[in-house]
């Protein structure tokens, strides 16, 4: 029986159990002293002044719009192509995420159609950094710089990655990584929030911590919530930190092999990047027409891919923002044909053949077009 290959699972081995024994050995499991190792790897991953670890990704982002003071009456720009957890976090603060289409070079927000989303409720754009990429974030600071808007990072996919050689979630007045279990590395759930504004980043922590500016007390100036970290996410982080330089290498090692094996196929073509981008191909990704039918024929092959973000547009739960089918363009198209390939660290060269011929005889049989 020919064994089944995962599109994406995390690395997790010795290396993690062994953080775990320090937090048992502890009995500290929320937020001490690893938690804060954790965080102090991230900001020197980053270059940013402050990392506050979050429980999750959405509850970064939500505290980073509501630390900017964005609330009901507001409007805050999204890419029609994100995880639902962007536009979802804008409606957990009460204000109005505005779907935006992408750019197809990057699958990012389009500089050039924002400035039609722009209204006097504008309070803050999201830029998100897909599979493994960046958004054109020059660009789109300017733009925030100009128009006196907000910019909050959703790099939930970009640890790692670079533009200008300046790591993502760095760029704009806040930014957000996650951790969860499909992510370059992983704490199993887990998000952190970035800036090096110091009034920004306390007020992240009070959000995060029951409104408080410390724990352990229990009169609380500010409405706040509880989005703990916890010493069993850190310790997994810890570890995945140690290992982050050897999963970047294999998964470019990875993306490698796929784009020199499989160029010849003129209906199979790659998602490339920019070069002023450091990518870390988290998934290796590629766009051909053929895209359900290809994806069906590797599941029969016991091969597992995995399709693009669903655009937020279509998505049943956002009907009531009435948009209609065919404004977004890119985006539309990106879902329609994108497919990311399996890419998990502990692909065997030999698997990856597997898939890599399967490919071809699957494109062979179509005659290449």
Known sequence: MTDFINQIHPWIDHEEKEQLLRVINSTYVTEAGLTKEFEEMIKTLTGSKYAISMTNGTAALYCCLKALGVGP???????????????????????????????????????????????????????VHLYGG?????????????????????????VGVRYNDKHVGTFGDLGILSF???????????GVVLTNDE?????????????????????????????????MQAAI?????????????????????????????????????????TPVYWFTSFFTKYKSEFSQFMK???????????????QPCYKFMGHKPGVF????????????????????DQQQGRIIENIKSFFDRRGNQ
Do not use: W
């Open 300 to 314: 029969e092959q016991e091969i597992q891919t995995r399709q693009f973000f669903y655009p937020l547009h279509r």
């Open 237 to 277: 982080g810890i570890a995945q930190m140690n290992k982050l330089e050897r999963i970047i290498d294999k998964k470019n090692k990875i993306y490698e092999r796929y784009i020199s094996e499989l160029s010849e196929i003129d209906a199979f073509t790659p998602l490339k990047f920019s070069n002023h981008i």
């Open 73 to 127: 009456g507001d409007e805050v720009i999204v890419p029609d192509m994100t995880f639902i957890a962007t536009g979802n976090a804008v409606i957990m603060t009460g204000a109005t995420p505005i779907l935006c289409d992408v750019s197809s070079h990057n699958l990012s927000l389009s500089p050039s159609r924002l400035k039609s989303k722009l209204s006097s409720k504008t309070k803050a754009i999201i830029p």
């Open 329 to 348: 363009e890119n985006s539309n198209n990106a879902f329609e044909t994108g497919i990311s390939l399996p890419s998990a660290y502990d692909l065997t």
């Open 134 to 158: 960046a958004a054109d974030l020059e660009s789109l600071r300017n733009f925030c710089q100009k128009y006196g808007i907000y910019m909050i990072e959703d790099a939930a996919q970009g």
């Open 199 to 231: 009034t920004l980043a306390k007020e992240c922590y009070r959000l995060k911590n029951h409104g408080r500016d410390e724990k352990g007390i229990f009169i609380h100036e500010h409405i706040g919530y509880n989005f703990a970290f916890t010493e």
């Open 180 to 190: 969860y279990g499909n992510k370059t590395i992983t704490c199993g759930e887990g």
